[in-house]
């Protein structure tokens, strides 16, 4: 079992900063891939970034330039930097850890930018 709490959410103004974190129970490099994911309102959930346990790290093109991945192995936490936020970043933003076959979800944090 895998527990992922997220945090760092919030009200920003459009052209502000944000910087999420997600907190495994585990050791990250035990992680086969480390994802985050987000839902805006009324549309699908869809991948934001990922960082795999060799540290490889993958961008969506949407968030490509804005948002940067990165982990702290010492603190078993990833983080999803997020920089120049638009209003179209609004979003229910999760965490999500691949172990083999196993898939784990954080329960999400709420980022809202206002224009």
């Known amino acids: 079992q895998v527990q992922l709490v997220e945090s760092g959410g919030g009200l920003v103004q459009a052209g502000g900063s944000l910087r999420l974190s997600c907190v495994v129970s585990r050791s990250i490099l035990s992680i086969n891939v480390m994802g985050w994911y987000r839902q805006p309102p009324g549309k699908q959930r869809e991948l934001v970034a990922s960082?795999?346990?060799?540290?490889?790290?993958n961008v969506a093109d949407s968030v490509t330039g804005r948002f940067t991945i990165s982990r702290d192995n010492a603190k078993n936490t990833v983080y999803l930097q997020m920089n120049s936020l638009k209003p179209e970043d609004t979003a229910v933003y999760y965490c999500?850890?691949?172990?083999?076959?196993?898939?784990?979800w954080g329960q999400g944090t709420q980022v809202t930018v206002s224009s």
């Open positions: 960082v795999t346990g060799g540290g490889f790290t």
């Open positions: 999500k850890a691949q172990v083999l076959a196993r898939v784990y």
